[in-house]
């Protein structure tokens, strides 16, 4: 009885940890239009780049480019050491779209937001899991501690 009792212990454990895995599937481009899938972005970079990667993705996303979240953001963006941690930027606004770097179309910014949501950021690595989902600004001490666990 007591072996039953482990094992049904374990199948519920790991029934809990599988099922808090939050995934997202999205697709972004690069300034040159290239498309890009957060769900396959390892496999993607590893492929165009020739070598072996290990990329996370900072996806920040807003519905005004006037949203305060979304401005510390972008100052935040300038003392993010991204090449250090391989992290990649995708701005994804409802509002405009800009193409100066990796970013959504507008349906992805506003489906992103939904439930009155005026600004998310959404730290995922490259098979698009989900380290850290905030509707705050995230700065890189936040995404470093997010990275560790």
């Known amino acids: 009885m007591e072996k039953i009792k482990t094992i049904l212990f374990i199948l519920v454990l790991n029934s809990v ?24 972005l390892k496999l993607e970079f590893d ?3 020739k070598y072996e990667s290990n990329p996370f993705v900072l996806l920040f996303v807003t519905n005004s480019t006037d949203n ?5 953001q972008i100052e935040n963006l300038k003392t993010i050491n991204a090449e250090a941690l391989q992290l ?28 009155g949501l005026d600004f998310r950021a959404i730290l995922m690595n490259g098979q698009g899991i989900i380290i850290n989902d905030s509707c705050s600004a995230l700065s890189e001490k936040k995404i470093k501690e997010a990275l560790k666990q």
């Open 17 to 40: 940890v599988f099922s808090q895995t939050e995934y997202l599937d999205i697709q972004f481009y690069d300034t040159s239009n290239r498309e890009f899938h957060s769900k396959q």
């Open 47 to 49: 492929s165009l780049f």
């Open 88 to 115: 990649i930027f995708v701005d994804s606004n409802a509002e405009v779209v800009r193409k100066d770097g990796y970013h959504t179309d507008k349906t992805t910014a506003l489906n992103l937001l939904k439930g």
């Open 68 to 72: 305060e979240e979304y401005q510390t």
